[in-house]
C-alpha cells in the first residue's frame, strides 16, 4: 500500500516536471481562425458591461448572464486586461483608458480608439457623462446654488479635466484653468464648511464625481459634498420631478452616464455634458483582426458567432 | 507591615488583571456571536421576506440549483449554489491531493533529515510562506500559473479560456496550503519520541522505512492537524482564487480545465458595486460556506480521531 502510494507520488511529480518543461519550450504557433472564441465580460453590477452591452445593441445582456454565450468569463477590469495578454483566442472590453500596448484595442466600426475620436464624436462605442442641476431658486440655500454654479464652471476648466482623466473617464476641451475664473464665484472665497451639497445619479459616474468634489471642495471653502448614486434614471427624478425633488432623496446635482430622454426635458442651463467614457473591445496581440462591428460584438457576446474564422477573412 | 501591605496591593492588582483580562476574553469571544448572527439574519432575509415585491428565494432550489441567477440581476430571485457547494469542495480536495504530501514530506524533510542550519533555513522559509497575503498568492497566479495553465493545455491541443480553470485554482491553493501544512506537521513529527526511532532502527529497519512506517505513523495526529487547517484556508480563500477561476455563473464541472467559481468567489464578485437582493444574497452564501465549513470539519475531526487514536508516544 505505502509503495504504491510512493510510487504515485514519483509518478505524479515527474509528470508535472515534464508538464511544466513541456509548457515552458512551447513556442506561439500562428493563430488559429479555427478556434473558438473565448468570450470575456465583467459582471452585472459593472458599469462599464452596461455601457458596452447598450452600446453594441444588446442592452438585455446589461444585468442579465442568461443571454450570454454558454462557456463566457467573468473578470474584473485588470482580469481582463491581464488575461488578454495570454489568450490569443480571448476577446473582451476594457475602459479606454485601461488600454495598454499588452493588448490589442479594436477599431469600432471602422474608427481607431483614441481619446481624439472620442472627443470628435467619431469613435462611437462610447456613453455620455452627464451632469443636471436643479431650477434657478429652487435650491435649499442661495449658497449651495452657487457653490452648484461654481462647480459646473469647475468642471469646464483644466483643473476640472485632469480630474476626470485621472479617474478614468475623457473630458471635454477645456480653454481656462480654475485660477482664472475664480474670482467670478465669490462664494468660493468664503468658509462654506457648514454647507452640505448633495451629489447623485448614476452609480458608474460616482467614482468621477466623488473625484471631482474632492478637489473642488477645498477650492471652494471647504464645502461638504454628500454622494449618494442610485442610477442615472434618479438623475432628473431627484433634481427636477416635482414629486421626488422635494423629498429627503432630493439632490442638488445629479449624473446620468446617458443622454437625457426627452421625458427628462428640462431648459438648457439645467444639464449639460462633462466627459465621455469609451469603452474598447480588446484581443490578443497575435490576433489578426483589427476592426469590429456592433453587430458582430453582439453576435460574439450572444453566442451567434463561435470561431473566429466567420470574423477574419483569410 | 510593609510587606503585608505589598501582598494586598499585589492582590487588587491581580484581581483589576484578572477581570481586565476577563473582560477581553468576553468581548472577542461575544464578536463570534454577533458575527454569526448578524450572518444569519442578513442571510436568512431572502428566504423569509418578498425582497422588496421580486417575491422569496426558494430555499431547495438554493441550495441545488446549477446556476448561479437565472434572469435580470436586481430583478429575478432564481439564485442557486448547488454547482457551487460541489466546485468549493472538489478543489478543495484537488488541493489537498497536492498540498498534503508534498506538506508532509517537506515537514519530514525539514524535522528528520535536513542539517541543523538548512532545516533552520527553510523552517524560516516556510514560515515566510505561511505569512504570505493571499492576494500575493492571487497575482503570483494570475501573472505566472494562469500562463502556464494556457501554454500546457496549448500544448495537449486543447483551447483552454486564458488558463482560468480548475486545474489553476487548485495549483494556487495548493502553494497557499503547503506552508500552513509543513509549519505544523513539522511540529507533530518533531516531537515524535527519539526512542521510538532507535527502537526501529534497532530491529533492523532501515531509516527510510523508518521514517515512513515509525515517524509519520506516531505523528499521524498531529498531521490530520495540520491537513485540517490546510482545508480551511483553502475552503474560505477567497481573493486569490477569484483571480484565476473563470467566474463560472453556471453548471457542475469537473474538468482540470474548465472555469470554475467557489462559493467565495460568487461572494465577492461585484460585492462592492452591487445592491439589494443581489447584495443580501450574498449573506445566504456565506451562510451556506459556514456550513460547508462547518460540517467538513466535524468530518475531518470523526475520521481525526479514528485514525489517530493509537498513541505511540510513551
Redesign the interface.
Known amino acids: 500500500m ?1 509503495k504504491i502510494f510512493l510510487i504515485l ?1 514519483t509518478l505524479f511529480f515527474g509528470g508535472v516536471t515534464i ?2 518543461g ?3 519550450t ?1 513556442t506561439t ?1 500562428a493563430f488559429n481562425p479555427a ?2 472564441i ?1 468570450v ?1 465580460t465583467r ?5 462599464t458591461r452596461a455601457g458596452f452591452m447598450a452600446g453594441i445593441g444588446f442592452a438585455e445582456a446589461e ?4 443571454v450570454l454565450v454558454e ?5 474584473d477590469n485588470t ?1 481582463i486586461l ?3 495578454a ?2 490569443e ?2 476577446i473582451g472590453y476594457i475602459s479606454l483608458s485601461s488600454v495598454n500596448n499588452t493588448v490589442k484595442g479594436l477599431y469600432f466600426e471602422g474608427v481607431a480608439p483614441s481619446e481624439e475620436n472620442v472627443i470628435n464624436d467619431t469613435y462611437a462605442l462610447k456613453r455620455p457623462f452627464m451632469w443636471m442641476i436643479r431650477d434657478t431658486g429652487d435650491y435649499p440655500s442661495i449658497e449651495i446654488e452657487e457653490i452648484v454654479i461654481a462647480f459646473i464652471a469647475f468642471l469646464g476648466t483644466s483643473d476640472g479635466a485632469d480630474t476626470i482623466a485621472n479617474a478614468g473617464a475623457i473630458a471635454l476641451q477645456s480653454s481656462t484653468t480654475w485660477d482664472a475664473i475664480e474670482g467670478d464665484y465669490d462664494v468660493c472665497s468664503q468658509d462654506n464648511s457648514d454647507i452640505v451639497v448633495r451629489f447623485g445619479g448614476s ?1 458608474s459616474i460616482q467614482k468621477v464625481a466623488q473625484a471631482l468634489t474632492a478637489a473642488f471642495m477645498p477650492r471652494c471653502g471647504n464645502f461638504v459634498a454628500e454622494h449618494d448614486h442610485t442610477g442615472s434614471g434618479d438623475a432628473y427624478k431627484r433634481t427636477n420631478d416635482p414629486a421626488i425633488k422635494d423629498t429627503s432623496v432630493g439632490k442638488d446635482i445629479a449624473f446620468s452616464s446617458r443622454w437625457f430622454k426627452t421625458t427628462e426635458a428640462v431648459p438648457e442651463s439645467q444639464f449639460g455634458q462633462l466627459a465621455w467614457d469609451a469603452i474598447v473591445a480588446i484581443v490578443h496581440l497575435d490576433n489578426p483582426l483589427s476592426n469590429i462591428t456592433a453587430s458582430d460584438l453582439k453576435a460574439i457576446y450572444n453566442g451567434n458567432i463561435r470561431t473566429w474564422s466567420s470574423l477574419i477573412n483569410p | 507591615m510593609i510587606k503585608a501591605k505589598n501582598t494586598t496591593g499585589k492582590r487588587t492588582v491581580d484581581r483589576i488583571v484578572k477581570y481586565f483580562f476577563l473582560s477581553t476574553a468576553v468581548l472577542s469571544a461575544s464578536f463570534i456571536f454577533i458575527i454569526a448572527w448578524i450572518i444569519l439574519i442578513r442571510g436568512i432575509t431572502p428566504f423569509t421576506t418578498d425582497n422588496g415585491g421580486l417575491g422569496t428565494v426558494d430555499l431547495l432550489r438554493f441550495l441545488t440549483g446549477g ?9 429575478s430571485t432564481l439564485y442557486g449554489v448547488g454547482f457551487l457547494i460541489v466546485s468549493t469542495l472538489y478543489i478543495t480536495f484537488l488541493s489537498l491531493l497536492i498540498a498534503a ?1 508534498v506538506g508532509v ?1 517537506t515537514a519530514l524533510f525539514i524535522a528528520k533529515t535536513a542539517s541543523k542550519p538548512l532545516a533552520r533555513a527553510l523552517r524560516t522559509v516556510v514560515e515566510t510562506l505561511a505569512a504570505i497575503p493571499s492576494i500575493i498568492y492571487g497575482l503570483f497566479g ?2 505566472i500559473i ?3 495553465v ?3 493545455s ?2 495537449i491541443g486543447y ?1 483552454s ?4 480553470s480548475i486545474l489553476a485554482t487548485a495549483l494556487v491553493l495548493a502553494l497557499m496550503t503547503i506552508p500552513t501544512i509543513t509549519a505544523i506537521s513539522e511540529v507533530a513529527i518533531r516531537s515524535v519520541d527519539k526512542t521510538l526511532e532507535e527502537g526501529s532502527l534497532a530491529l533492523g529497519a532501515s531509516q527510510t522505512q523508518t521514517k ?2 515509525v515517524v509519520l505513523a506516531a505523528a499521524k495526529s498531529g498531521i490530520f492537524t495540520a491537513i485540517i487547517l490546510g482545508v480551511g484556508r483553502a475552503l474560505g480563500e477567497a481573493t486569490a482564487v477569484s ?1 484565476v477561476a ?4 453556471s453548471g457542475f464541472s469537473f474538468a482540470l480545465l474548465d ?1 470554475t467559481s467557489t462559493l467565495t468567489t460568487i461572494m465577492l ?2 460585492l462592492k ?2 445592491t439589494g437582493i ?1 447584495y443580501d444574497i450574498r449573506f445566504s452564501v456565506g451562510l451556506v460556506l459556514l456550513a460547508v465549513i462547518l460540517i467538513t470539519n466535524l468530518i475531518l475531526n470523526a475520521i481525526k480521531r479514528r485514525v489517530g487514536t493509537i498513541r505511540v508516544k510513551e
Open positions: 505505502k507520488i508538464a511544466c513541456n509548457a515552458a512551447t504557433a478556434s473558438n473565448n470575456y459582471d452585472t453590477t459593472s458599469g444585468a442579465n448572464d442568461s462557456g463566457f468569463i467573468i473578470k482580469g491581464s488575461t488578454m495570454i489568450d483566442y480571448g452609480d | 446556476v448561479w441567477l437565472e434572469g435580470q440581476a436586481f430583478v504530501p514530506l494570475a501573472g494562469l500562463k502556464l494556457y501554454d500546457f496549448a500544448a483551447q479560456k486564458g488558463g482560468n515512513f512506517k483571480l473563470g467566474g463560472r455563473r472555469t464578485e461585484g458595486e452591487t443581489d
